[in-house]
C-alpha cells in the first residue's frame, strides 16, 4: 500500500471544487443541469487583456521570471495599492504566485507551526481550515450569524483570541455570502487587534472589485492604517478580470513574510507563467471598463436571483453586498419529506435533493453554517431564472 503524508490524509478535497466536478460529470453524462455552483465568471477575458499575452511571447518573454514576479507587474500592482488604499508599498512588499489560493497557502507554510491557532470566521471560503490543518495549525472557527450579516464581531473576535493566536482571516467582501465590512465595522476590529500585537490579519480581498455599495470598497488597511505592518492582503486577477485559468495572484505585505514565500517558492515553482504575468500586469493598469461593466451585470443578477429565491416559501435570502454568490437560508425545507419519501434533514439532504431537481448548489455546511445552500450567479440570468424555476418546483413538492 503507498502510504501517505499525515498533512495530506488529515486535509479533504475542496468541496466547492468536489460540486462543481460533480455537476460537470453529470451534465456529461447527459443529465439537464442548471450548474449553480461555479466560482468563476462566465465572462471570457477582456480582449486587451489576451492582445498583451500574445504581445509577452512575441517578444520572448517566455523564461522564468524572477520568483517574486516581474518588475513590470509588481509596479502594477503598487499602483493599483495606491489607487485602492492609499498606501504605499515597496516592490519588495510585492509578491505574486500561481493564484491567490497559492499564496494563501504559503503564507500559513511560513507562518504556523504546531497548533498555532487561525481564526477563521464562519460561514469561510472553503478552503482556509484545511489550508491551516495541512500546515500543523489550528483553525478557530467563529460562527458569524446572518443577524449579523454573517459578519464578525469585535466581541467575538476579542473572545476568540488567545496567547497562540497567529492570524485573523478576513475575506471582504466574502465568498459563500456577499457580506462587506463597512469602515465603521472595520475600524471596531482594528480597536481589538490593536489591543493584541501578536495577531496578523491576512485579509483575502479578491472580491474587492465586486461591491453593489455606493462609493468605494474600504479595506482593513485604509480603515485601520496603524495595522499596516500586521496586514497581509491577498488579492488576484482571477475574479475581477475573467482570469481563474491564468492563475495568477498576488499579495502585500510585511517584508519578513513575503521574503519567506519567496524562499518557498523558490523551491516550489521558481515564478508564476511569465505570460500571465504580462497578461496581468496589463489587466490591473490597462482600461477597467471590464470590470465596470461586469459589476453591472453581476448587479442585476443578484437582484433577479435574490427577488425570485426570496417568493419561495420555505426560502429566504438578503441581497449581498458584494462578490457573485448567494447564501440562502433553507431552514423552512429542513425537516420535510421528498416525494421519494426522504427526509430533508440538513442542508446536504437539501443541495442533494436539488441536484436530483436538476440544479446544483453547495450547502451551507461546507462553509461552516447550516442550514444554508450557495448559488453562484456567475452564470447567465437566463440560467438564473430557470434554476430558481427549478427549485421553487422542487420546493413545493416537499411535505
Ligand atoms: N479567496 C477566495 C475567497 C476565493 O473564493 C477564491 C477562489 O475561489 C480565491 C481566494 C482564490 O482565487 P485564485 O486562486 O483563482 O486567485
Redesign the pocket.
Known amino acids: 500500500d503507498f502510504k501517505l503524508a499525515k498533512r495530506v490524509t488529515r486535509i479533504k478535497p475542496s468541496p466547492s471544487t468536489a460540486a462543481a466536478a460533480r455537476a460537470k460529470e453529470l451534465k456529461a453524462a447527459g443529465r439537464d443541469i442548471v450548474d449553480m455552483t461555479v ?1 468563476e465568471p462566465d465572462f471570457d477575458t477582456p480582449d486587451i487583456i489576451k492582445q498583451a499575452a500574445v504581445a509577452a511571447m512575441q517578444a520572448g518573454q517566455t523564461k522564468y521570471t524572477a520568483v517574486n514576479g516581474t518588475l513590470e507587474l509588481r509596479q502594477a500592482i503598487a499602483a493599483r495599492m495606491k489607487r485602492h488604499t492609499g498606501q504605499d508599498y515597496a516592490l519588495d512588499q510585492i509578491t505574486v504566485g500561481g ?4 499564496i ?1 497557502f504559503l503564507a500559513f507554510m511560513a507562518s504556523i507551526d504546531d497548533d498555532d491557532e487561525v481564526i477563521i470566521p464562519a460561514p469561510y ?1 472553503v478552503s482556509y481550515p484545511d489550508m491551516v490543518i495541512a500546515n500543523e495549525g489550528k483553525p478557530v472557527i467563529v460562527t458569524c450569524p446572518e443577524d449579523n450579516g454573517f459578519k464578525l464581531t469585535p466581541e467575538a473576535l476579542e473572545a476568540a483570541i488567545t496567547p497562540k493566536t497567529r492570524w485573523l482571516v478576513l ?1 471582504s467582501p466574502s ?1 459563500p455570502t456577499g457580506a462587506v465590512y463597512n469602515e465603521a465595522e472595520l475600524k471596531a476590529l482594528g480597536a481589538v487587534l490593536e489591543r493584541h500585537p501578536h495577531v496578523f490579519v491576512l485579509t ?1 480581498e ?1 472580491y474587492d472589485e465586486i461591491w453593489f455599495g455606493e462609493g468605494k470598497l474600504v479595506s482593513l488597511v485604509e480603515a485601520v492604517p496603524a495595522l499596516k505592518e500586521r496586514i497581509f492582503a491577498v488579492n ?1 486577477v ?1 475574479k475581477s478580470y475573467a482570469m ?1 485559468g491564468w492563475r495568477l ?1 498576488y499579495a502585500v505585505g510585511p517584508l519578513v513574510l513575503v521574503n519567506a514565500i519567496n524562499k518557498l517558492q523558490s523551491q516550489i515553482s521558481s515564478c508564476p507563467s511569465s505570460i500571465s504575468q504580462a497578461a496581468a500586469a496589463a489587466a490591473l493598469s490597462g482600461d477597467q471598463s471590464f470590470v465596470a461593466e461586469s459589476g453591472k451585470a453581476y448587479r442585476r443578477r443578484r437582484d433577479v436571483a435574490v427577488e425570485l429565491l426570496n417568493g419561495i416559501p420555505g426560502l429566504s435570502c438578503k441581497a449581498p453586498d458584494g462578490a457573485f454568490y448567494l447564501f440562502a437560508n433553507c431552514s423552512g425545507a429542513i425537516g420535510k419529506t421528498a416525494p421519494s419519501g426522504q427526509k430533508i434533514e440538513n442542508d446536504l439532504d437539501f443541495v442533494l435533493y436539488l441536484l436530483d431537481n436538476g440544479v446544483a448548489a453547495i450547502h451551507g455546511a461546507a462553509y461552516g453554517l447550516s442550514p444554508y445552500f450557495r448559488l453562484s450567479t456567475a452564470t447567465s440570468e437566463d440560467l438564473i431564472r430557470e434554476a430558481c424555476r427549478r427549485i421553487e418546483a422542487a420546493c413545493a413538492a416537499l411535505s
Do not use: F, H, R
Open positions: 466560482g493564484g491567490g489560493k497559492q494563501i471560503w475575506n465568498n483575502d479578491i488576484g482571477s481563474t495572484g
